[in-house]
């Protein structure tokens, strides 16, 4: 399967009053598979709509490859596309099912019976060629949806929310097959979904998006470690999000006053920052370290224990801090049968390394 690369050049839409798509500007590499992350209105459908050729654009290009195709028809952009509801014709056996994209190109009847059935190879699905749609279950449907886009051979897939009815434990399932067939065919793959961890485990890059804009594009490690505003932060995964003033810059790490009691500590900045701002830092509860507190403890956040959750292999520990300028506060630790426990109404004393907390002075979405 040949891949091409996908730009998207200041494209916009509007309905009415309502922006549901700023001017975009986004280039996906050749082979690269790229989620559109985002909650329910962000924009992340109407950018796969635009691409798909499914809705018409107020402004900007779309390319793929050096081709621009804004305003092709769907079916002269060499795309496929899976959704979330297989649309499989019932009175069509699998095979045939698969083999309708290639019957609609005019690929002879013997090529297409073979293309067809190597796509269920590829789906690891040969047996079930003869069945019917109505004899799968849901997993298997949706991995014929996917030979199906597949068997034509299109240079870019487009998958919106393909796993969203699926559940957990299949859809984790589905995740590997979708991840191995990418790595199998290098297809260029532009996939959305509002699930953060189906995000972080399939992408090269996540671009997270927010009321109509692109919030953040990096790789999910980018995202996740190095959020550049509120939004992200807060968006993606579990956070501890602290108001805090610079006090003084080294390098890449700053010193820093939190909250009302000035508490000392550090963090990671990238350059944007001047002493004497007041920003936030970020503190994932897995970094941030928790004993019950001692005398001593004065130069280290306090909270107060409010509730304590084992989730199986972590345990979580949620607080309220001493200084009610700040928000509540989560801490995360592996579950061990022995070891520090804690309980509510425990007064404790948290700390991190600066290398775990990071500075953002970005408010978009806050």
Not at 291 to 319: F, H, I, N, P, Q
Request: aromatic residues 6%; contains cysteine; proline residues 4%.
């Amino acid at each position: 399967m040949s891949s091409s690369s996908l730009t998207v050049q200041k494209l916009s839409k509007r309905y009415g009053e309502f922006v549901a798509l700023a001017e975009t500007d986004l280039t996906v590499a050749e082979g690269e598979f790229l989620t559109l992350l985002g909650p329910s209105g962000s924009g992340k459908t109407t950018l796969l709509s635009l691409v798909a050729g499914l809705a018409r654009p107020d402004g900007g290009a779309v390319l793929i490859g050096t081709d621009e195709v804004t305003y092709s028809a769907p079916h002269l952009r060499d795309i496929g596309v899976v959704f979330q509801n297989y649309a499989l014709f019932p009175h069509m056996t699998i095979l045939e099912n698969i083999a309708f994209p290639l019957k609609m190109r005019k690929v002879q009847a013997e090529e297409a019976r073979r293309r067809a059935q190597e796509a269920l190879e590829m789906i690891r699905l040969p047996h079930i060629a003869q069945r019917y749609p109505k004899e799968l279950s849901g997993g298997q449907q949706q991995r014929v949806a996917l030979a199906r886009c597949m068997v034509y051979r299109p240079s870019i897939i487009l998958m919106d929310e393909p796993l969203g009815a699926l559940d957990k434990k299949l859809r984790e399932h589905m995740q590997l097959e979708i991840k191995r067939i990418h790595r199998e065919l290098g297809a260029t793959i532009v996939y959305v979904t509002h699930d953060q961890e189906e995000a972080m485990t399939m992408s090269d890059r996540i671009c997270l998006m927010n009321s109509g804009r692109i919030e953040q594009l990096g790789t999910p490690g980018d995202l996740y470690f190095r959020p550049q505003t509120l939004f992200v932060a807060d968006f993606l995964g579990e956070s501890n999000l602290l108001p805090a003033k610079v006090e003084a810059i080294a390098g890449d790490e700053i010193a820093l006053a939190i909250g009302s009691r000035a508490v000392k500590a550090r963090a990671l900045a990238d350059g944007k920052v001047s002493t004497g701002d007041t920003i936030h830092i970020m503190i994932r509860p897995q970094n941030l370290s928790i004993e019950l507190a001692k005398d001593g403890d004065d130069d280290r956040l306090g909270a107060t224990v409010t509730d304590v959750m084992v989730t199986g292999s972590l345990t979580k520990v949620y607080m309220k801090a001493s200084d009610e300028e700040l928000p509540d506060l989560l801490a995360a630790f592996p579950t061990r049968a022995s070891g520090q426990t804690f309980r509510i109404g425990n007064v404790v004393a948290l700390s991190w390394h600066g290398t775990d907390a990071v500075a953002i002075t970005g408010n978009a979405g806050a």
